[in-house]
């Protein structure tokens, strides 16, 4: 699967995006896992969020919780990550995810394909 991430860009503290992340996917989108990950100048890159294959449950970082909300639309390959009240402590490249895993997958190993990332800035 090919993963192509957009929506990043330059937004005031407290502001919002919605990143999204198309799949052209020689296997059906809906068996993946879907996850976006983050990786700030200098720090490791780190899970934001993860959704199951039918888009029921997800999984939130703690840094995340209450201000991202991630989706999937099966029918066009695409998930998204709605992005609320951002803090300059959330700038970086994010990243969409694809996994063959089980369930929700968190582990950034279990993630086998990446998409190119789109840059995330806020500004203070």
């Known amino acids: 699967v090919q993963l192509q991430a957009s929506g990043g860009g330059l937004v005031q503290a407290g502001g919002s995006l919605r990143l999204s992340c198309a799949a052209s996917a020689g296997r059906t989108f809906s068996s993946y896992v879907m996850g976006w990950f983050r990786q700030a100048p200098g720090k490791e890159r780190e899970i934001v969020a993860a959704?199951?294959?039918?888009?029921?449950?997800?999984y939130y970082a703690d840094s995340v919780k209450g201000r991202c909300t991630i989706s999937r639309d099966n029918a066009k390959n695409t998930v998204y990550l709605q992005m609320n009240s951002l803090k300059p402590e959330d700038t970086a490249v994010y990243y969409c995810?694809?996994?063959?895993?089980?369930?929700?997958?968190?582990?950034?190993?279990?993630?086998?394909?990446w998409g190119q990332g789109t840059l995330v800035t806020v500004s203070s």
């Open positions: 959704i199951r294959r039918n888009g029921g449950t997800a």
């Open positions: 995810a694809a996994s063959t895993g089980l369930g929700v997958v968190v582990t950034l190993r279990e993630y086998a394909y």
